[in-house]
């Protein structure tokens, strides 16, 4: 069994989060760190750690994260502007709570994705 991490706290309502949205599949939660004046965590409820952990009875699942993102980035007011989705995965992609989670960023221009080497 996968170790939890805080973000299942989170989704038990354990400790406190700024959580904009929940159901039966999903949690979303502010960012404690904010890196944009957005910045949303979709997580899914069940304990996934690292993308490559999902299986295809995942699917749905992991479908539903981005329809809420979608929805989310609505509700914010950042949609049409535009925003970006991330899933860091492992140490080269400097994932560090080991429950995945899809970063929604927004609200100014972000300019490139990555540095240039
Ligand atoms: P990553 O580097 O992709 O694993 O991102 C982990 C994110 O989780 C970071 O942006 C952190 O600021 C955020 N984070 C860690 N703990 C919490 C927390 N208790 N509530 C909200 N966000 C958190």
Do not use: W
């Amino acid at each position: 069994m996968p170790e939890e991490t805080i973000f299942s706290k989170i989704i038990r309502r354990e400790i406190p989060a700024d959580i904009v949205f929940q159901d039966d599949r999903v949690t979303a939660f502010r960012d404690i760190a904010p890196q944009a004046p957005t910045h949303i965590l979709v997580i899914p409820n069940k304990l996934i750690p690292t993308a490559n952990d999902a299986t295809p009875e995942d699917e749905a699942t992991l479908g539903h994260m981005f329809i809420v993102a979608g929805e989310i980035a609505r509700k914010e007011g950042i949609a049409e502007d535009g925003y970006r989705l991330i899933m860091n995965c492992g140490e080269h992609g400097h994932q560090e709570v080991q429950h995945i989670h899809l970063h929604l960023l927004g609200g100014r221009p972000l300019g490139s994705m990555l540095k240039r080497a």
